[in-house]
Nanobody, 131 residues
C-alpha cells in the first residue's frame, strides 16, 4: 500500500492552470500504476489520469484529455498533474493512488475501475475553478 501527500491545489479562474504534486514518503514508485483521482462535490471519486511507472502507458478520462498531463519524477517519488485550460467542472478534491503494476492494463484498471477504492487515501488537495 502506498499513501501519498497531495499538494498544489488552489482557487483559479476558468482557463487557468495548476500543477498538482503528490509524494509517496519513503518509498520508490517503481513497478506501480500511478493515478490521479478527482472527487467533485456530491459525486464519487473518479480516475482522471493514470500512468505506468515502467513505460509510456497513460490513460486520460474524456473530461480531461488534451488539457491535463500526468508525469513522474522517479528520484523524488513524486507524481505530477499539469492542468491547463481549467473549467468549473474540474472543481473537486484531487487524490493520488498507486496499484501494483501486474501488467500494462493495470494502468487502465486503476483509473477506470478504481482498483484502490478502499484506500489508503491521502488528504487530497482542493482545486476550485471559478467561472
Amino acid at each position: 500500500q502506498v499513501t501519498f501527500v497531495e499538494s498544489g491545489g488552489d482557487l483559479v479562474q476558468s482557463g487557468g492552470s495548476l500543477r498538482l504534486s503528490c509524494t509517496a514518503s519513503g518509498r520508490s514508485l517503481d513497478y506501480f500504476a500511478l493515478g490521479w483521482f478527482r472527487q467533485a462535490p456530491g459525486k464519487e471519486r473518479e480516475g482522471i489520469s493514470c500512468m505506468s511507472s515502467r513505460d509510456d502507458t497513460t490513460y486520460y478520462s474524456d473530461s480531461v484529455k488534451g488539457r491535463f498531463t500526468i508525469s513522474r519524477d522517479s528520484d523524488k517519488s513524486t507524481v505530477y498533474l499539469q492542468m491547463n485550460n481549467l473549467k468549473p467542472e474540474d472543481t473537486g478534491v484531487y487524490y493520488c493512488a498507486a496499484d501494483l503494476l501486474l501488467d500494462a492494463d493495470q494502468v487502465f484498471r486503476l483509473c477506470m475501475f478504481n482498483t484502490q477504492k478502499n484506500g489508503p487515501w491521502g488528504q487530497g488537495t482542493q482545486v476550485t475553478v471559478a467561472s
